[in-house]
Nanobody, 126 residues
Framework: QLPLVESGGGLVQPGGSQRLSCAAS????????IGWFRQAPGKAREGVSC????????YYVGSVKGRFTMSRDNAKNTLYLQMNSLKPEDTAVYYC???????????????????WGQGTQVTVSS
């Protein structure tokens, strides 16, 4: 069983909403910081958000702040990324990944994450 599995992607119209899930197995999400990343065709991978193991707070990059929200369901050992007011530029494959030590200054760089999910496609188009 894969440690992290994303789901919830699909086609959504601009201005719409989508909720992605990141289900963890084989480990407790509480012991790790979990980040969301995305990669659009022809573009570099981009950090989106991360929930810190140290203080439990979610952190967001500027391009999604106010539109995206991370939450968790401890009973299901699952994290969610609620995406609202979606724009065509949000189109990408979205990945979740885990890391032990969180840093607010570089969580979005994708460094020192030891497991990555397989990704889920989000397409924002009319």
């Amino acid at each position: 069983q894969l440690p992290l599995v994303e789901s919830g992607g699909g086609l959504v119209q601009p201005g719409g909403s989508q909720r992605l899930s990141c289900a963890a197995s084989g480990f407790n999400l509480d012991y790790y910081s979990i980040g969301w990343f995305r990669q659009a065709p022809g573009k570099a991978r981009e950090g989106v958000s991360c929930i810190s193991r140290e203080d439990g707070r979610p952190y967001y990059v500027g391009s999604v702040k106010g539109r995206f929200t991370m939450s968790r369901d401890n009973a299901k050992n699952t994290l969610y990324l609620q995406m609202n007011s979606l724009k065509p530029e949000d189109t990408a494959v979205y990945y979740c990944a885990r890391k032990k030590r969180f840093s607010a200054s570089d969580y979005q760089l994708g460094l020192n994450y030891d497991y990555w999910g397989q990704g889920t496609q989000v397409t924002v188009s009319s």
